[in-house]
């Protein structure tokens, strides 16, 4: 028989989590437990996760407050509920999630899908400042990848990309340029790295001759600079990107809530 929702169950924080308050909200228990299964590779991007009756079960709750933890959970774009199929584990294979980081709209509001050109992909130590925001030590490795992205023909975004090397080992030019979907479903699928969340800054630039060059503008054209810190689960920094952005036919869009 289910437990009340009013009985507490102590979790202790998953590794890299900060401690906080012994007690919480009982669903935000079994969230962090549900959490915990995606982290670990329990059920995997795109798969069905057991049905609301089945986790009541194994946590001892009741489906009411399973029901309000996987709620939570699609809140921030970890499951993904399905009418009469059942709730997944979000991919950033799908459609829906493909663009959740990727905001630049045309002006027309017909969104188009990206072409990607890879310039380059190489291993190196990470400079001071990526190694601070990926949080990696002094002389650590890692990946930088840059690529240009078109629309409808036209170079749009430059993007400089800086992975962690050692979850990122074995990423080459010949493997992002051979995968179809988008690189976050390269990265969930190949290397087991899942971007949940991102914070990004953005400030407006002119172009250099490298930039103006490359997006096909004119030196000193006005650019958006999208610099993105992006996190996996434990809230762990994984991957810096900037971006410049040419925004002459387009707009970056972002909601509010």
């Known amino acids: ?52 009756m089945e986790l009541a079960a194994r946590f001892k709750v009741s489906q009411g407050t399973v029901r309000k933890a996987i709620d939570a959970l699609a809140d921030e774009n970890l499951v993904v509920r399905r009418q009469g199929k059942g709730t997944f584990v979000a991919t950033h294979a799908e459609e829906k999630i493909q663009y959740r980081f990727l905001r630049l709209m045309p002006d027309d ?30 002389g650590d490795m890692a990946v930088q990848v840059r690529r240009v992205l078109h629309f409808h023909g036209s170079p749009v975004v430059l993007d400089d990309i800086w992975l962690n090397g050692t979850l990122f080992k074995g990423l080459t030019a ?60 434990g809230d762990k920094p994984v991957e810096l990107r900037r971006g410049l952005y040419n925004t002459q036919a387009h707009y970056y869009r972002n909601e509010l809530s």
């Open 1 to 52: 028989m289910a437990t009340s929702t009013s009985a507490p169950v102590a979790v202790r924080p998953a590794e890299g989590e900060a401690d906080g308050p012994a007690f919480s909200p009982l669903y935000q228990q079994i969230k962090s437990l549900l959490t915990r299964s995606l982290q670990s590779g329990e059920w995997k991007p795109g798969e069905a996760i057991p049905s609301e």
């Open 109 to 138: 509001g017909q969104p188009g899908g990206a072409q990607r050109r890879f310039i380059d992909c190489r291993r190196m130590r990470a400079p001071a400042d990526v190694a601070r925001a990926l949080e990696l030590k002094a």
């Open 174 to 233: 010949e493997r992002l340029s051979e995968y179809q979907g988008p690189m976050y479903g390269l990265f969930e699928t190949e290397f087991g790295v899942r971007m949940i969340r991102a914070e990004e800054q953005l400030r407006a630039v002119a172009a250099d001759a490298g930039a103006a060059e490359l997006l096909q503008v004119p030196l000193g054209a006005p650019l958006l600079s999208v610099e993105r810190l992006s996190r996996t689960y």
